[in-house]
């Protein structure tokens, strides 16, 4: 099957979420709409505090209630309703659950006072009503698909008697007991070496070609994003301000706050005479600042982007994508509005 929007998986329109703080709601994501395709894979980036990782639990339906509190006017996963809080059955005669999630750190997605394999064939006991017997057959299969070495033996092992590289694989091969058609990765490559990075970065792209699994690729890291995903998201402070196709938006970025990302990531085998980064820190979701969020930190901002939030608009006119900025396309390097 052809990875595509035309087949949708995913659809969330307008999701929300808060939380409760200082004896008042507080909203951390403000109206963000998503789409993946059968068999695609979609990217959100933006720096640390963005609203990526909440965006993804809030897709799972894992934030705690309370104090958190989300809202959609539709989060469906193949026509099965989310909103109801918590993951439901697969249905429609698909084993599992639709959607599987791998967390940011193995170190403690892993019990460590459980064996892998216990881990492993629980999961597969519980989830998809394996035999005991059934269910460790299937686990050894998943480790040695995640490329475990000598995976019957080491199925006995402890997290911790794994590397940190492995540990991550052994937290994909979780996620996959599940048989998801939607997998969230939530900055699965974080706590890796370049190498490793390298590694796991291929197996999911191998295991969701097998599967033609749906995929959000969530990260702080503009390239390894590029590697694994054909559209993107950035985020800030709560709000997709552009989307489209990766190379697109990479090549041709029209919101700043886009830009500034781009410019202060370095390269390989480019050189470069300045520094470039961004001014300033994330604003304090419960003190946003009026009008547009980026614009205390923007150099193209005017007097309309401290007053007025802009509309989300299309990328190019008859493209894909879209941008939510009053200078959409205007840019930086040539204002000179680097800093």
């Not at 700043?256 to 820190?281: E, H």
């Amino acid at each position: 099957m052809t990875a595509t929007v035309d087949t949708p998986l995913l659809t969330v329109e307008d999701l929300r979420v808060s939380f409760a703080y200082g004896g008042r709601p507080v909203e951390v994501v403000h109206g963000v709409d998503l789409s993946v395709g059968v068999g695609e894979s979609v990217g959100i980036v933006g720096e640390s505090g963005s609203g990526k990782s909440v965006t993804g639990r809030a897709i799972m339906g894992i934030l705690p209630t309370p104090p958190a509190r989300t809202t959609a006017k539709r989060m469906e996963i193949a026509g099965q309703d989310l909103r109801g809080g918590g993951v439901p059955e697969a249905g429609d005669g698909h084993q599992g659950q639709p959607i599987a999630m791998i967390f940011q750190n193995p170190f403690t997605a892993l019990n460590p006072v459980f064996r892998v394999g216990s881990t492993l064939t629980e999961a597969l006991v519980k989830r998809r009503g394996m035999s005991r017997s059934d269910a460790t057959a299937e686990a050894v299969r998943l480790l040695d698909r995640v490329r475990i070495p000598n995976a019957k033996s080491r199925i006995r092992n402890y997290p911790h008697e794994f590397s940190g590289g492995m540990q991550q694989r052994i937290v994909i091969a979780l996620a996959l007991a599940l048989e998801p058609r939607l997998l969230i990765a939530d900055e699965p490559t974080t706590a890796l070496d370049v190498t490793v990075q390298a590694e796991i970065l291929e197996l999911l792209r191998e295991i969701q070609t097998e599967r033609t699994m749906g995929m959000i690729f969530i990260s702080h890291a503009l390239g390894v994003v590029a590697e694994v995903v054909s559209r993107v998201n950035v985020m800030y402070a709560g709000r997709i301000v552009e989307s489209g196709p990766v190379g697109s938006v990479y090549d041709d970025p029209k919101h700043p706050y886009t830009q500034a990302l781009l410019l202060a990531a370095p390269k390989v085998g480019q050189f470069r005479t300045r520094t470039f980064g961004i001014p300033g820190s994330p604003p304090d979701p419960s003190s946003p600042p009026p009008g547009c969020a980026f614009h205390p930190r923007c150099a193209l901002a005017t007097d309309v982007c401290r007053d007025t939030v802009p509309d989300v608009r299309p990328r190019l006119a008859g493209g894909s994508g879209t941008a939510s900025c009053h200078h959409a396309g205007e840019s930086l390097v040539a204002e000179g509005a680097t800093r």
